[in-house]
């Protein structure tokens, strides 16, 4: 009979710490519903908009500046990497000066052509779906980036494969590039280059423009200082405490 009284107290004792629990749930559940009440589909989408709109016309201002390219390691564009031997050799031979040039001409290039990157970028934002923003909401750092190049790459490309050939001829790559591949060629036993200019340059040139884009993006998921509006603090606030 005690074993049946004690055995009676323990389940007893289960259940009210059990019942206490889901009372202590229920608590902070309803606490977090006032504090931080669910967002409507259209705020989210307006928001990550907001978000996108403003990552987006950072990156096209910071890219298409001059120095753009040139002036930023994270996404200056280098020698051709298929032509590195190449690089490495002319270096050795004196003509570094020159390589340089080359360089710093093809950046020039990708910096004329970045400043094309707004209507592209504007219609895919337009065009984004509740399940598009859900997606980018809870997804990683990187999310809305992940989606606007998904959405505007072929179109970026074929928009600025033609800008870069303008831009090249504008700076006048071809003066420098052409020497350098017609010498490096030259040399007895080496194995003869020539890069698609234009498509590398073009590739580079949208490779660093997303490359920024991202780190705006980052900026507003991370600083709350960069949400500047009341509807980006409600937004990506939200998607701070979910993360917690």
Not at 74 to 103: C, S, W, Y
């Amino acid at each position: 009979m005690k074993k049946i009284m004690i055995v009676a107290c323990l389940l007893g004792a289960t259940a009210v710490s059990a019942q206490l629990n889901v009372n202590t749930l229920k608590k902070k559940a309803a606490a977090i519903s006032k504090v931080a009440p669910a967002l409507s589909e259209k705020e989210v989408i307006d928001g990550l908009k907001e978000a996108l709109s403003k990552g987006a016309t950072n990156a096209g201002q910071l890219t298409s500046a001059v120095g753009g390219f040139n002036g930023n390691s994270l996404i200056k564009i280098p020698f051709p990497e298929d032509a590195k031997k190449m690089e490495t050799n002319l270096r050795a031979a004196g003509m570094g000066h020159q390589v340089d040039k080359f360089v710093t001409t093809m950046n020039e290039a990708a910096e004329l052509a970045s400043k094309q990157v707004g209507d592209i970028f504007l219609t895919a934002i337009k065009n984004m779906t509740v399940k598009d923003g859900m997606n980018i909401l809870q997804g990683k750092e990187d999310a809305a980036t992940t989606y606007l190049n998904g959405q505007t790459y072929q179109q970026l490309y074929d928009t600025f494969k033609p800008i870069v050939v303008q831009a090249l001829k504008q700076v006048e790559v071809t003066k420098y590039w052409n020497p350098l591949m017609t010498k490096y060629n030259s040399i007895p036993f080496v194995d003869k280059v020539n890069p698609d200019l234009e498509d590398y340059t073009t590739k580079k040139a949208i490779e660093g423009l997303f490359k920024m884009v991202a780190q705006e993006e980052l900026k507003i998921r991370q600083n709350i200082s960069a949400r500047t509006s009341d509807l980006l603090k409600k937004v990506f606030g939200e998607a701070d405490k979910k993360r917690k």
